[in-house]
């Protein structure tokens, strides 16, 4: 149990076009889930939590209006960079979890690289 | 602002040496840690979590301890396999919200 997907794995797109990487909680319901970017060699960095039904709240330093986040149901949030540049290539993770005291469960990541 | 920090940042040794990578959290006041196992390209694998109220847990080869007065908890792993090279990374949740902190990890290198 507890198994969140995210699609794409991977991803290559031109500089200036939008992507959108779904995270998926595929046998529970998921009422908070979280964003997190990664660096080469670097740890995770929350970007931002949704709450399904709200708006997310974004970490500082983080730009909402680039990093679109929709949690429209219990299982599906998605994440959509706009107007990407080179420097949006990283490592994207989401995580899940079903209740405020419960655990996070990680996604597998997508590899999104802008060229 | 909580900071986690884990030390070494790298290690390699030899295969079936037992190791220990340490993490260290600048405000005791944690709800719990996490220790994750994360191989290259891919996601997290959760491998043991520590309620603020306990001192260690246990599983299989792995021994993860914690001691909130100090600020630090430690991985144990026992008599390593090259299959257990991978970058460990420790998360402290420091309220029932559980918004995680990450360290910096340490990438373990077992050499056959």
């Known amino acids: 149990g507890a198994v969140v997907s995210q699609h794409p794995s991977w991803v290559i797109c031109k500089s200036g076009t939008s992507v959108k990487i779904e995270c998926r909680s595929l046998?529970?319901?998921?009422?908070?889930m979280f964003w997190y970017r990664q660096f080469p060699k670097q740890s995770l960095m929350l970007m931002a939590t949704?709450?399904?039904?709200?708006?997310?709240?974004?970490e500082q330093g983080v730009e909402k209006d680039k990093f679109l986040i929709n949690h429209a149901s219990l299982t599906l949030s998605t994440l959509t960079v706009t107007s990407a540049h080179p420097e949006d290539s990283s490592f994207y993770i989401c995580?899940?979890?079903?209740?405020?005291?419960?655990?996070?469960?990680f996604g597998p990541g997508t590899r999104l690289t802008v060229t | 602002k909580q900071e986690v920090t884990q030390i070494p940042a790298a290690l390699s040794v030899p295969e079936g040496e037992n190791l220990v990578l340490n993490c260290s959290f600048t405000?005791?006041?944690?709800?719990?840690l996490q220790w994750f196992r994360q191989d290259p390209g891919k996601g997290l694998t959760s491998l043991l979590l520590?309620?603020?109220?306990?001192r260690e847990q246990t599983s299989g080869r792995l021994n993860a301890s914690l001691d909130k007065s100090s600020g630090r908890s430690t991985l144990y792993i026992a008599a390593s396999q090259p299959g257990d090279s991978a970058t460990y990374l420790c998360?402290?949740?420091?309220?029932?919200?559980?918004?995680?902190?990450f360290g910096g990890g340490t990438r373990l290198m077992v050499k056959p």
């Open positions: 995580s899940a979890r079903y209740r405020v005291d419960y655990e996070q469960y």
């Open positions: 998360a402290v949740n420091y309220n029932a919200g559980n918004m995680l902190t």
């Open positions: 949704s709450n399904e039904g709200s708006k997310a709240t974004y």
């Open positions: 405000d005791s006041a944690i709800y719990n």
């Open positions: 520590i309620q603020s109220s306990q």
């Open positions: 046998d529970f319901q998921a009422t908070t």
